[in-house]
């Protein structure tokens, strides 16, 4: 009696909020013993409220509840206050709170519940199909093809999504429609296969025309901004909704990005982000950010790539989107492992794993391991790191993606090289045989046309030092100089001084005493402008080796070779580089390792 009472004074407080009421009014309803057609309307209402505020995992738990009760009610449901007439009506509205949990399970990364409950929602839309509306039947059905091979797509079932847009493709011309929002986004979620496998040019094709057909259907409608939020994402999509030209820019920034145009995507990403401001859409907003987060970590613009990524956390953990903040998390972690934070991306990347690990997303799962075993391999924590790359290698290969095949390649190819530099002199023939396998890994990886730029680049830096250490010094010469080129084409700026590290090594092993200064020198300036401390701590003992070696007959050159490495271990200390920390001691220490290998821990 308390709780209708109660429900009966929040009603008439909230007469001009009846969703934000329904929030507050569903618990004594349910309490109360209530009708199941009302309550399952509050619960209804409860849900688009939360849903607006892109509290999805709330919107969820209304929605179930809502269906929940009509299923208690005849055949159908009564007829709701909303005007239904006919049995069809009810099923169809069922229908509509179906996709609407399905949207909210699958922005939470529950993938097969999502799907699961698309294919209910197809069924009862199939089974109802108007014939006088034929088209507008026709693209919905459409639409809710594109949603299940989404759900097909984001749980690595790539071959499931094809057959999936295929019938969608198939539903759309026997309607005779050409254009429009329903084929705009299916030509925006068939580009995203090839992406996946790499074939960067085709899937922008297809997203360059699903841009042009969102853009013509947008101007025909003369829509300016989102179709009601109680609508379902389909029923937006087809009304007209600018949000889905938006992610369309999103996309195209994310295949400019493979292709090496970072000024290409970071105008795609402007562009999303006014059409997601302008729209209140904090989901999209927090997606977009992510992206320009990654995109200035290329450019080594870490001061702009952490507000964007911070943003983006903020607002993914606002919502309860549980794959995106783990990919946030995996992106922080590159961050903090690029400026020399190196404890506490361990501990950001492992949260992230922590969080992906139950909704079996092998895709971001394996960027996560390859994000730690870096950040492990930097600390000197190899044995550790080899186990997070045998993993990503495991999920890379059920993905069955290319370009992420590729990326743990280049991550092996990396720890071999750490492996083989750690190895002292006395055991020359087990180095020789971990760095023909860094070379063999690396070939193979770069042998993979799908390859990304960046990855691509990296993968040729590693194999030029592979080169060094192996004393093919001409060799090594000419790759670092091509490498370097290719980062500065594509502006990679956080890679180009390791290049010149790399390049003032060789040239001091050539005997090419100014060019090996003048490489060094520009080297140190650039990481420690950059804030890169690791590296720049690397660039000093690098430096350091080099006065030491190349000594001046009063001694000054040698006293400033060991400020350089005394320096150096400080900051490597700071910075919790064991392995780097180790070997630095061991120069210091007055070792007897050759010059060459000298010079090759710290490249």
């Known amino acids: ?102 949207e909210c399970l699958r922005i939470e990364g529950r993938y097969e519940e999502a799907r699961h409950c698309y294919e209910q929602a197809l069924e ?103 179709a009601s939020t109680s609508m379902t994402r389909i029923r937006r999509t087809l009304a007209g909704d600018p949000i ?55 450019k080594a613009e870490y001061v702009q790539a952490e507000n964007a990524l911070r943003r983006s956390l903020s607002l993914a953990e606002l919502i309860g989107e549980v794959p995106l903040v783990a990919f946030v998390l995996n992106n922080l972690g590159t961050l903090q492992t690029r400026i020399g934070e190196l404890v506490s991306a361990e501990t950001v990347l492992r949260r992230g794993i922590t969080l992906i690990g139950p909704l079996h997303d092998s895709y971001t799962a394996t960027w996560l391991y390859i994000s730690l075993a870096a950040a492990l391999r930097e600390r000197g924590e190899l044995a550790e790191a080899s186990e997070m790359i045998r993993g990503a290698l495991i999920m890379g290969r059920v993905e069955r993606a290319a ?24 055991c020359a023939s087990a180095r020789a045989r971990l760095l023909i396998r860094a070379r063999s890994t ?20 590693a194999l030029a030092r592979v080169m060094l250490l192996e004393g093919a010094l001409e060799a090594a010469l000419r790759q670092a100089a091509h490498t370097l080129e290719m980062a500065h084409q594509l502006e990679l700026m956080w890679l180009i001084p390791s290049v010149h590290c790399l390049l003032g090594s060789i040239s001091a092993a050539l005997g090419r005493i100014e060019q090996a200064e003048q490489y060094f020198a520009q080297a140190r300036q650039r990481f420690q402008a950059l804030g890169m401390h690791v590296a720049y701590g690397r660039a000093l003992q690098q430096y350091g080796q080099f006065l030491q070696r190349f000594d001046s007959p009063d001694g000054k050159v040698d006293h400033q070779g060991r400020v350089y490495l005394l320096e150096a271990r400080e900051i490597l200390r700071q910075c919790h580089a064991k392995g780097d920390l180790q070997k630095l001691e061991q120069i210091l220490g007055g070792t007897r390792d050759t010059p060459m290998q000298q010079l090759a821990m710290g490249t």
Request: hydrophobic share 40%; charged share 20%; glycine share 10%.
């Open 403 to 426: 370009p992420m095949i590729g990326v743990v390649l280049v991550a092996l190819g990396c720890l071999r090289i750490e492996q083989a530099t750690g190895i002292s002199d006395e």
């Open 442 to 461: 690396l070939q193979r990886a770069l042998t993979i046309q799908a390859l990304e730029a960046e990855t691509r680049i990296e993968g040729y830096l």
């Open 1 to 102: 009696m308390l709780h209708r009472r109660a429900g009966e004074i929040l009603r008439a407080e909230y007469a001009a909020r009846e969703e934000e009421a329904a929030v507050l009014m569903i618990h004594h309803l349910e309490h109360g013993g209530a009708d199941p057609q009302m309550i399952a309307d509050v619960a209804e209402q409860a849900g688009h409220y939360s849903y607006r505020l892109a509290a999805y995992p709330e919107a969820e738990k209304y929605y179930r509840l809502a269906l929940e009760q009509r299923e208690q009610l005849p055949a159908g449901g009564q007829p709701p206050r909303q005007g239904w007439v006919t049995l069809a009506g009810g099923y169809r509205h069922h229908a509509s709170l179906l996709e609407q949990l399905g």
């Open 124 to 226: 009862t839309w199939s089974r109802y199909a108007t014939p006088g509306e034929q088209q507008q039947e026709r693209q919905l059905l459409a639409m809710l093809c594109i949603e299940i091979g989404q759900t097909c797509y984001d749980s690595g079932n790539f071959s499931q999504a094809q057959q999936c847009y295929e019938l969608a493709e198939q539903t759309l011309q026997e309607a005779g429609i050409v254009a429009g929002t329903a084929r705009a986004s299916l030509r925006l979620r068939q580009s995203y296969l090839p992406w996946k496998q790499g074939s960067y040019e085709a899937a922008y094709l297809l997203a360059e025309e699903a841009r042009s057909l969102f853009e013509q259907a947008l101007k025909q409608s003369g829509s300016g901004g989102t």
């Open 244 to 298: 889905d030209l938006g992610r369309t820019h999103v996309f195209l920034a994310t295949i400019h990005v493979g292709l090496g145009r970072h000024n290409d995507a970071l105008e795609h990403l402007n562009r999303a982000l006014t059409i997601f401001g302008a729209s209140h859409c904090q989901r999209e907003v927090a997606i977009a950010c992510c992206n320009l987060g990654d995109l200035y970590l290329k």
